[in-house]
């Protein structure tokens, strides 16, 4: 098949590497002619996306389209959609935290309190006050603890706002799951997710995650991805307080925290994504060891040339050329019979 991946980042550069384990061609769309994807892609349009003509071009030239961020046009691409097995609906729902969290109430998964910011008023301290639409990686987020404190915000209020509860919560972790056109759902074994600054540095896989927890996203993400009727890989973030789970938000894509999967399992969240979009059986993912994915920004050069120094340890880069501070350039996976081999693999990668 030829398949159109609309978006030319990481996700779809890897997203290619997997189509063509399965022997498809790839034709990307980027406004940017040096975007990783272009490296691999049999075929790159260079092209804004919101440019119908070129999307037109796309879409003719492919079998499939998928999509591999969330800020494309979704009024462009709703008419495309007979050819986007992932369909438009998780999109929408997904450009808004309003729409998500409400979603999520309505098939009785639970949230944090929340509610849309009017006129200034705020119902409860300490929160996290967010962007509806846009925003990742702490873009767009303010937490505060009191009135004057809002205050104080330099934010444009002509902009939609959620504010949310702000919570102590345990951990962070995330469901990656792929939905196939034959109604099939497999679940990827679940990361507790570390974050610096707001942006993912780690995901660490092991095999005694708590069963009573992941049971629990695993009805919960089964009733989302149901809803939504989305065929594709997506990943679905949660918290996690005492036995309590808390959903936080979806992305209708392949995901960060999901990288782990390439060396991790014997399949890949991308490879199950290209089988489901194409019309294939999904397989069963497995975990082979403890695993951990370590994201490499801008600043981490040193994670590089650590790594290089040493055995089973898989560097992944994306073929930016631009080392700027907090941009996602790749990403290190290492796999380890036990947690303290884990850690000290670590420690030695992000040593200075």
Do not use: W
């Not at 978006?7 to 980027?30: F, P, R």
């Not at 998928?66 to 691409?77: A, C, G, K, R, S």
């Not at 119902?123 to 925003?135: N, S």
């Amino acid at each position: 098949m030829n398949i159109g991946i609309i978006g030319g980042g990481q996700l779809g550069l890897m997203m290619a590497e997997a189509a063509k384990l399965l022997n498809h061609k790839v034709i990307s769309l980027d406004p940017n002619p040096n975007c990783p994807l272009a490296s691999i892609a049999d075929k790159h349009i260079c092209a804004n996306y919101d440019d119908q003509t070129q999307i037109d071009l796309l879409y003719r030239s492919s079998d499939v389209l998928t999509y591999e961020f969330e800020n494309v046009d979704l009024d462009l691409i709703s008419k495309y959609k007979d050819k986007i097995p992932q369909g438009t609906k998780a999109l929408e729902i997904s450009k808004n935290r309003l729409l998500e969290k409400n979603m999520a109430n309505r098939l009785e998964v639970k949230t944090v309190k929340y509610h849309k910011l009017i006129n200034n008023d705020i119902q409860f301290y300490p929160c996290v006050i967010k962007t509806t639409a846009g925003g990742y990686d702490g873009k767009g987020q303010y937490v505060i603890s009191s009135k004057e404190e809002f205050n104080k915000l330099d934010i444009d209020l002509s902009i939609e706002y959620i504010v949310e509860e702000f919570i102590n919560y345990n951990y962070e972790t995330s469901m990656v799951l792929t939905r196939d056109t034959f109604g099939n759902i497999e679940y990827f074994p679940v990361p507790i997710n570390h974050h610096k600054n707001n942006i993912l540095h780690t995901s660490l896989v092991t095999n005694d995650f708590p069963i009573n927890i992941f049971n629990k996203m695993k009805e919960y993400s089964e009733k989302i991805i149901k809803e939504l009727n989305y065929v594709g890989t997506m990943a679905i973030e949660y918290f996690v307080v005492g036995d309590c789970l808390l959903f936080n938000e979806l992305a209708p894509r392949p995901h960060n925290s999901g990288h782990y999967t390439i060396e991790g399992c014997n399949v890949s969240q991308f490879y199950n994504h290209i089988l489901a979009i194409t019309n294939q059986v999904i397989s069963k993912p497995n975990l082979i060891k403890n695993t951990c994915m370590l994201n490499i920004l801008g600043q981490d050069i040193s994670y590089i040339i650590n790594a290089k120094k040493m055995n089973d340890v898989y560097i992944h880069m994306y073929g930016k050329t631009d080392y700027i501070t907090n941009r996602k350039m790749g990403h290190i996976t290492f796999l380890g019979n036990t947690l303290k081999e884990i850690d000290k693999t670590l420690d030695e990668i992000i040593e200075e």
